[in-house]
């Protein structure tokens, strides 16, 4: 049975209907386990009823995404790392947690608070015991300093959708972060990902669809969806000259080693 190790049925995108055919088709295909990674504490509690649908076929991750933390005030954040406190138990992992530089997310002292409430969540981790689930866009570098910082190596986790290059991949694998890619990998432009995941050991790869967001190259339909799954292992095991279904086994095993 196959895991898809991030992607996100309680966004508001999705209905309740594409939720169902989503789980059914994935059945049939043997992907049958999935990590709800969480955004805001809004998010939090649809995920927490989807997991009680659904309890042998999810996992949740909750944290405060960039997004949030860029959008909002230092106080909301402070609220919402306070209530994050008190559900992470019930969780798998933490995340999405981390750093967006583009030049959206960094407007207004928005950079600055990102980096505190990344450290906050780090920190959080570390206590609870909880893997970290990454987001990092435009910000590898900095990043990864405060992983070193605070010796987010105790915890680990993965780094989600991954797109940047093995000398980066590197750095986190050492940090003890798996690498998780989605849908990048199969644009055959993509060079340098492409490269890296050559190189990358498969226990230390993980596969996402990203549902309903980073769709595969020449996906017909218009949101993503945990099918996309497949896609992604058929690309890797043609990068690594492997079979689809030893990409498929080892990367769900990484998935759940780490997960636990």
């Excluded at 169902?20 to 990590?35: G, I, Y």
């Excluded at 991750?61 to 209530?83: I, K, S, W």
């Amino acid at each position: 049975m196959y895991c898809d190790c991030h992607g996100h049925w309680t966004d508001p995108r999705v209905t309740e209907e594409q939720r169902t055919q989503w789980l059914e088709d994935s059945l049939k295909n043997n992907l049958n386990l999935f990590m709800e990674a969480g955004v805001n504490p809004e998010g939090w509690q649809r995920q927490i009823l989807l997991q009680k649908q659904y309890p042998k076929n999810f996992k949740n991750a909750f944290g405060l995404h960039p997004y949030f933390v860029a959008e909002n005030d230092e106080a909301t954040c402070d609220e919402a790392m306070n209530e994050l406190s008190h559900i992470l138990h019930s969780a798998s992992g933490l995340g999405e947690t981390g750093l967006d530089f583009r030049e959206q997310y960094t407007q207004n002292g928005a950079t600055d608070r990102q980096i505190v409430f990344f450290e906050n969540q780090v920190q959080l981790a570390k206590a609870s015991s909880k893997p970290l689930v990454l987001h990092v866009v435009r910000a590898h570098n900095e990043a990864l300093r405060v992983l070193m910082v605070w010796e987010a190596d105790t915890v680990g986790g993965m780094v989600h959708a991954f797109n940047s290059s093995l000398e980066i991949a590197e750095q986190y694998l050492k940090m003890n972060f798996l690498i998780s890619v989605g849908g990048a990998v199969t644009f055959e432009k993509n060079k340098k990902l492409r490269e890296a995941v050559a190189a990358i050991p498969l226990e230390k790869l993980l596969l996402e669809s990203d549902c309903p967001d980073q769709a595969p190259e020449g996906w017909a339909d218009e949101q993503n969806s945990p099918l996309s799954v497949l896609s992604v292992a058929k690309t890797v095991a043609g990068i690594k000259q492997i079979s689809i279904e030893t990409v498929l086994e080892k990367t769900s095993e990484n998935f759940r080693k780490l997960f636990t």
